[in-house]
């Protein structure tokens, strides 16, 4: 490539994987998984000092980073008691749903209509990698990612992909790994579509997929209330 030659978006992509990450990046990256997997759950309570010590950073970074994290609502910050966090109600996940349905309808119409031959060959390997994945936490969880946010990525709304994928990391930790017999069959819906370039059909997949979703997690924090609620023998 010569001096004033532009490198490719491959090329571009593969110069920003390589930068170092900066201490504030990192930890950043560190506290988002720990909370997506699980490890720190709703409402644990973030001691900066003891974070701080456990990732071998000072204060500040760590500081950043959850301001960070608070603007990707995962992590909530009160000034004068601490961080935490975030946890959902079930009003919050319908909500989430309610936003996440209407976004993922129309921005997967927006891909399929713009997907190539090609394109839609990488996407189908892709789902079924996930669909391989499910049962391992960290890895069906990376992969899911992967995959709907290269999909969603071929609908060229940046905005609209950012937040979906926003919106998905954050009720994403609340999702059961066993329940996975409704992606499935959604995710296999979807591959037909994206094999036929249907995109009416991909609204009505992501649609169904989504309202299935919902329901089983909001039936499934129901129980856990109803469980928390009852009395205990005696």
């Known amino acids: 490539m010569t001096d004033d030659a532009q490198p490719s978006s491959e090329e571009a992509r593969l110069m920003e994987a390589v930068q170092p990450l900066s201490a504030e990046e990192a930890v950043t990256a560190a506290l988002r998984d720990a909370i997506l997997s699980g490890t720190l759950g709703p409402g644990h309570r973030l001691a900066q000092a ?17 301001r960070r994290l608070e603007e990707e609502a995962l992590v909530r910050i009160d000034g ?30 927006y891909a399929v209509e713009n997907l190539s031959d090609e394109e839609a060959r990488r996407l189908l390997e892709l789902s079924k990698a996930m669909d391989t994945a499910e049962r391992d936490a960290v890895e069906g969880r990376a992969t899911r990612r992967k995959f709907y946010d290269e ?8 905005r609209m992909r950012r937040l979906i994928l926003q919106l998905r990391d954050n009720v994403g930790r609340y999702h059961l790994i066993q329940d996975a017999n409704h992606s499935h069959e959604g995710h296999s819906a979807l591959r037909q579509c994206l094999m036929t370039g249907d995109a009416d059909g991909a609204v009505v997949a992501v649609t ?24 205990v023998p005696t």
């Open 50 to 66: 003891e974070l701080a010590e456990q990732l071998g950073v000072s204060r500040i970074p760590l500081r950043d980073a959850l």
């Open 151 to 158: 999909l969603y990525s071929h609908a060229n709304r940046p």
């Open 80 to 109: 004068r008691r601490g961080a935490w966090v975030t946890a959902l109600t079930m009003r919050d996940v319908a909500e989430i749903y309610e936003l996440r349905i209407m976004l993922e309808a129309r921005c997967v119409r």
């Open 208 to 231: 169904v997929h989504l309202e299935e979703a919902r329901d089983d997690l909001l039936a499934t924090m129901a129980d856990e209330i109803s469980s928390a609620d009852a009395p």
